[in-house]
């Protein structure tokens, strides 16, 4: 198996972080959940407000991507930075059913992205500093408050919207496996303050991202 240098793996992350914020990833390891014939009738008014959603969507799923490549620098056991990678590809499906779903609604991705992505990078090698435990532990406290997130996603997003609610439920199922797996792997419970910092920092995203 080849080795990576320190300086292999930094050009590594900084390609996988511009294919995330530059290229329109089209490109996905699973087919897109929707299919040809759903349902698609939407007025102009909820159309701008379901992009409004998957842009917050796509947004996190960006995150998503600098959490799991910043954990996976940080990752001690070899088992678990495989697991990781596992749950990034699946991340990277999601990234790519939003970027999707945002061009049919003929709408855009956020164009404060980068800096979800820088913050969310920096937040991901702090918590793996700490040690895997709490690395887990972070992953697991950020998929609980996705799933959260998404749910609440399904009441707001227009009824008739069948395409965006099957991309929003089947992303859902994905990140409670990734819970899962950082809980079977020894996650540990984050201070209640850490889980409410989380919370603000993601609703002051989620707010800004679905308009700009
Ligand atoms: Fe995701
Ligand atoms: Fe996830």
């Known amino acids: 198996m080849r080795h990576f240098s320190f300086l292999d793996q930094v050009l590594l992350h900084c390609d996988l972080a ?16 929707i299919k040809a014939d759903d349902s698609d009738a939407l007025s102009e008014k909820e159309k701008k407000h379901a992009a409004g959603l998957m842009r917050v969507n796509h947004a996190g799923e960006v995150c998503a991507q600098a959490l799991y490549q910043g954990q996976a620098i940080t990752a001690r056991s070899k088992t678990l930075r495989e697991k990781m990678q596992h749950a990034a590809d699946e991340e990277l499906d999601h990234l790519a059913w ?14 404060l992205n980068i800096f979800w992505y820088l913050g969310a990078f920096g937040i991901a090698i702090a918590a793996g500093c700490v040690g895997d435990r709490w690395n887990l532990g972070f992953l697991a406290e950020t998929e609980q408050q996705v799933v959260q997130h998404l749910e609440s996603h399904l009441g707001l997003l227009p009824e008739n919207d069948v395409k965006s609610r099957l991309i929003v439920e089947h992303m859902r199922d994905d990140e409670k496996q990734h819970r899962q797996m950082a809980q079977d792997n020894g996650a540990a419970e984050l201070p209640i ?20």
């Open 98 to 111: 939003c970027n999707q779903r945002l061009q049919e609604l003929d709408n855009h991705a956020s164009y």
């Open 18 to 33: 511009r294919k995330t914020l530059l290229v329109q990833p089209t490109h996905h390891q699973r087919a897109c959940p």
């Open 193 to 212: 303050m850490i889980k409410k910092l989380m919370q603000f920092s993601s609703s002051v995203m989620t707010r800004l991202a679905y308009y700009v």
